[in-house]
């Protein structure tokens, strides 16, 4: 059995391993694309509703920061986006801003309510939750715009 050795030319160089390094390389980014290429993707697309509590108002009489007075439970409804429009369950739902960052996990009927108490800034009067749904299996889906909070 022979065994491979690399040789050095006159001035002292390794001749081959330039090369060798060159195949490795390829091989393992090859192998690196065939692994990312496994890893599962969404297939489906969903859909979410906010059933209840979309607009959220308060009378605060002046224009300094605000905590809104009380907490609103946000009803959503998370179904596949086809005409079945069936429900989904185990989906994690978000809803962050308007000083608010909070989540839940649909049921059986694809529905989540996640309390909120909604902050808005000196001089701000309106402000929006974004919305945001994950489920295996499925897209993610984002509304930016999916809860409002406003000053009267």
Not at 25 to 38: G, K, Q
Not at 111 to 137: D, F, R, Y
């Amino acid at each position: 059995m022979k065994k491979n050795s690399f040789r050095k030319d006159e001035r002292g160089q390794v001749l081959g391993l330039p090369m060798y390094l060159i195949v490795v390389m390829i091989v393992a980014v090859a192998v690196i694309a065939a692994v990312i290429l496994m890893i599962p993707q969404g297939t489906q697309t969903m859909n979410a509703l906010v059933t209840d509590n979309a607009v959220i108002s308060e009378d605060v009489g002046d224009a300094s920061e605000f905590t809104f007075n009380r907490s609103y439970n946000v009803v959503i409804k998370v179904t596949t986006n086809d005409e079945r429009a069936d429900p989904i369950a185990d989906a994690t739902v978000t809803l962050v801003g308007a000083g608010v960052a909070n989540s839940g996990t649909t049921d059986a009927n694809g529905e989540v309510t996640i309390s909120v108490t909604p902050a808005l800034g000196a001089n701000v009067n309106e402000a929006h939750m974004k919305l945001t749904v994950k489920a295996a299996g499925f897209e993610d889906f984002e509304d930016d715009t999916a809860v409002t909070a406003y000053r009267l």
